[in-house]
C-alpha cells in the first residue's frame, strides 16, 4: 500500500508564509511526478505547482510567491508559500504520480488535503 500525508497548513496573515510537506510512504518502486494542488470553496481543483525531474511548474497566480522543492531520498515534497493573500485560502492537497512495487504502471496518489486560511 501507498500513503500520501501532507501537513504544515494553518491560518496565517496576508502577506505572512506558510510551509507545506508533503511525504509518500509504503510499496514505492518509483515517484516520477509530485505537485500540489488547491480547492477553494465552491470552485474546482487546480493546480497550484509541480515538479518533475529538474523542471517545475506554477500557477500564474503564485509565480514569484510559491516555490516547489523535493527531497528524493524522503519521498516528500515541499511547498514554500510567501506573500500570502486571501485569494490563496483552500485545501492544499498533494499529488505524487508513482510505481508501487505490486504494479507495472504508474498512478496517481492524493492525500487528504490541508488547510489554508489567509485572513485579510
Known amino acids: 500500500q501507498v500513503q500520501v500525508v501532507e501537513s504544515g497548513g494553518g491560518l496565517v496573515q496576508a502577506g505572512g508564509s506558510l510551509r507545506l510537506s508533503c511525504a509518500a510512504s509504503g510499496s514505492i518502486f518509483r515517484i516520477n511526478d509530485m505537485g500540489w494542488y488547491r480547492q477553494a470553496r465552491g470552485k474546482q481543483r487546480e493546480l497550484v505547482a509541480a515538479?518533475?525531474?529538474?523542471?517545475?511548474n506554477y500557477a500564474d497566480s503564485v509565480k514569484g510567491r510559491f516555490f516547489i522543492s523535493r527531497d528524493n531520498a524522503k519521498n516528500t515534497v515541499y511547498l514554500q508559500m510567501n506573500s500570502l493573500k486571501p485569494e490563496d485560502t483552500g485545501v492544499y492537497f498533494c499529488n505524487t504520480r508513482l510505481r508501487p512495487y505490486y504494479s507495472r504502471d504508474y498512478s496517481d496518489y492524493w492525500g487528504q488535503g490541508t488547510q489554508v486560511t489567509v485572513s485579510s
Open positions: 515538479i518533475s525531474g529538474g523542471s517545475t
